[in-house]
């Protein structure tokens, strides 16, 4: 998984997407996902680093089947916060 994490003011943006899906566009129902190489592809990590980084999120930004399942096994994200676009897993995530 390729996670990139952006700072924005107060907040910290972790950005993360399963390798196979960055630089591509998905499209359904009017939806559309833009997996940009700028905004996803940062350092190739492990589930346990992943897993570390969310910690220090403010808000999390998730595509892709194992990069959301991340998300739910840690506690982040349920099944019902989930979309699919053109069959791709998305979640967002936002932390108070």
Known sequence: MYVKI?????DTILAACDEDLVGRT??????KLDVSEIFYKGESVSREVLARRM???SIMNLVGEESVAV?????YAT??????????????????
């Open 6 to 10: 952006h700072i924005h003011e107060r």
């Open 55 to 57: 910690k220090e999120a």
């Open 79 to 96: 099944a019902d916060s989930i979309i699919e676009i053109d069959g791709v897993k998305h979640v967002q995530v936002v932390l108070m």
């Open 26 to 31: 998905f499209r359904a129902d009017g939806k």
């Open 71 to 75: 998300a739910i096994e840690e506690g």
